[in-house]
């Protein structure tokens, strides 16, 4: 009889995490195993067309921490899956509490996917605190880079069985996406910048669009660049972005083009990609971006970014910074002196996806 495994995670919406998620639950499904996918949030459903026919799709209403955690303890003891995999730190800290509120054996390894100590206030602190007293009662913490798998011992977070395991990326599967036709963004033959992220403060897209205003207006030669920015967020946050835009008067050269399911076209059109987050885990559209060989300019926040240019080698490491100018220049030198394309033959091979899903096999085998 195969292993019934249930991967949980916060929700269906169109974050990085909740997308790796899904794949990784459709490999285990195509190998055999009787998987679930428990979103603990019945939130805009933007992934659920990536979803395995062959998984069990489980809802859980959001309620409270302490609540969802009974209830869900509840439905486990009932299930009694041989494993749980979950991820994102409210997840993560619920299935623990299940877990020991069930009583059962099942082996449950918790995913790390950001730094942790970048988000020390409000919820930050308290799941921070929450991690430390749960993570123990885990059967593994697996982080998905070097710099959260060091943030989390900083901070205190213990396991007996800890490991780093990378996103994967299926190179093969996204140039092919890359290839549906789409309409150009470019304007009166001036370069395309792309940004594309989740619309939150962590991103900086206001800061992107800021530095963009900057380079059309000190540089005549990208007076008609074109800036894409791809993603959703709040009401709030999508009218703030929307406002900024227009102050600029940069209407006819920024636009905010929504959420994608196959974002990786506009990936081929580009002549530059930026990432401008203050903090990161491994950011699974900067891999994307590499992958598809796209000239890059990202931030040198804590984790991600340094790990997948291998410390500048296929991108522009900028520091986080709220100058400008920083980033101005940096976009001006990479659409002046683009990255030489032929150096990104081998550049995501560590980013494979037969070793990573082993890697995953072999780290619940033990």
Not at 330 to 348: G, T, Y
Request: with cysteine; charged share 20%.
């Amino acid at each position: 009889m195969s292993k019934k495994i249930f991967f949980v995670l916060d929700g269906l919406s169109g974050g990085g995490a909740e997308k790796f998620w899904i794949r990784l639950a459709n490999i285990f499904a195509d190998k055999g195993f009787n998987v679930s996918l428990v979103p603990l949030n019945k939130n805009p459903q933007n992934y659920l067309s990536l979803i395995n026919p062959k998984i069990k799709l489980i809802y859980f209403k959001k309620h409270n921490l302490f609540l969802q955690a009974y209830l869900l303890g509840r439905f486990f003891k009932k299930e009694h899956p041989d494993i749980i995999l979950s991820t994102l730190t409210r997840a993560n800290n619920i299935c623990v509490m299940a877990t020991l509120l069930s009583g059962i054996k099942t082996k449950l390894f918790v995913r790390n996917t950001s730094t942790l100590s970048q988000t020390r206030q409000n919820k930050g602190n308290f799941r921070i605190i929450l991690a430390r007293i749960l993570y123990p009662y885990a059967a593994g913490i697996i982080s998905l880079s070097k710099g959260v798998h060091e943030d989390c011992i900083q901070l205190g977070i213990k396991n007996k069985n800890m490991t780093v395991i990378y996103n994967f990326i299926d190179q093969a599967q996204i140039t092919k996406l890359s290839k549906e036709s789409i309409p150009s963004f470019r304007i009166n033959n001036g370069p395309c910048i792309l940004a594309a992220s989740r619309f939150s403060e962590n991103k900086r897209l206001d800061y992107i669009i800021r530095a963009f205003h900057a380079l059309t207006e000190q540089y005549p030669t990208y007076q008609h660049a074109t800036l894409c920015i791809l993603g959703k967020g709040s009401a709030a946050m999508q009218q703030k972005l929307e406002k900024l835009i227009h102050t600029l008067n940069l209407q006819n050269k920024v636009f905010l083009k929504g959420f994608f399911e196959n974002p990786y076209p506009f990936f081929v059109q580009t002549d530059l990609f930026v990432h401008a987050s203050k903090t990161e885990g491994l950011s699974n559209i900067l891999l994307a971006a590499l992958a598809l060989k796209c000239n890059i300019v990202a931030t040198d926040c804590p984790s991600g970014p340094k790990e997948i240019l291998e410390n500048g080698t296929y991108g522009r490491l900028i520091p986080v910074s709220d100058d400008i100018s920083i980033l101005t220049k940096a976009m001006h030198d990479a659409l002046e002196k683009p990255m030489d394309k032929n150096k990104f033959i081998h550049a995501v091979d560590k980013f494979s996806v037969d070793p990573i899903v082993q890697q995953y096999m072999d780290t619940i085998k033990n």
